[in-house]
Nanobody, 122 residues
Framework: QVQLVESGGGLVQAGGSLRLSCAAS????????MGWYRQAPGKQRELVTA???????NYADSVKGRFTISRDNAKNTVYLQMNKLKPEDTAVYYC????????????????WGQGTQVTVSS
């Protein structure tokens, strides 16, 4: 079974920074994309950012220029550096792994982390 374990959430003042980490563990041959979604109270879950195994990235317009995603393929770990945080960034942040293969020719599955709370005070 593949598990995603997130860390790094917390409470920060507006303008501050946080760094989230998400490590995938278990039997893993390859992972296509990894990234982060977030869900604020009363709102739908939205994509924040994602990165492919080759390093291609995409960002939601609301976080461009403030958030940076990076990935260590050898460790199956993805990071999210969040700078210039705003109160509207407050949400539960979920890590995901897309296209996870346990063998070279096995099926691809998707996995989610349990979520980590990020709270930005004004």
């Amino acid at each position: 079974q593949v598990q995603l374990v997130e860390s790094g959430g917390g409470l920060v003042q507006a303008g501050g920074s946080l760094r989230l980490s998400c490590a995938a563990s278990g039997i893993i041959f390859s992972i296509n994309a990894m990234g982060w979604y977030r869900q604020a109270p009363g709102k739908q879950r939205e994509l924040v950012t994602a990165i492919t195994s080759g390093g291609s990235t995409n960002y939601a317009d609301s976080v461009k220029g403030r958030f940076t995603i990076s990935r260590d393929n050898a460790k199956n770990t993805v990071y999210l550096q969040m700078n210039k945080l705003k109160p509207e960034d407050t949400a539960v942040y979920y890590c995901y792994a897309d296209g996870v293969r346990k063998t070279a020719w096995g099926p691809r599955d998707n996995y989610w982390g349990q979520g980590t709370q990020v709270t930005v005070s004004s």
